[in-house]
């Protein structure tokens, strides 16, 4: 999937601020966890940026409780713990994500999930613990 972005909507949704537009990228990019979306590539022209992500063939977690609910105690607990791996792994990094509903979250063939949309990230990205060889985050 390419998710493109207009310039001039992220100035604005960053406040202007230059450096805050490169976290998701940075994180999409060099940050490993099963759990969370992986960006092949990025490219940009003038007016727009544009991310290469994985296509997410079995839709959202909206969908996917819509079409499985109520969740059993075992399913919810499964999900729970996926979704507190990445948000640990993030914390880790000192980033927190603020915009986590099940739009966001995509369905994985296996049954896993994927944290997608990361533009809502808060904090500094701390980039030399991945740039050290050390980007999984057990």
Known sequence: ALKVQRKSDLLRYFD???QKMG???AV???????????????????????????M?????FRYFLGA???LSFTM????TAEIVSVLCCLHRRNLILRDLKPDNILMQ????ILICDLGALAGEFLVYPVLSGVNACA
């Open 109 to 112: 063939k296996d049954g896993h």
């Open 76 to 79: 919810a607990q499964f999900y």
């Open 16 to 18: 202007g601020k230059y």
């Open 23 to 25: 976290i998701e990228l």
């Open 56 to 60: 997410a063939e079995y839709g959202d």
């Open 68 to 70: 499985h609910a109520p």
């Open 28 to 54: 999409l990019q060099l940050l490993e966890h099963p759990y969370l979306i992986k960006a092949a590539y990025a490219f940009q022209d003038e007016g727009r940026v544009m991310t290469a992500l994985p």
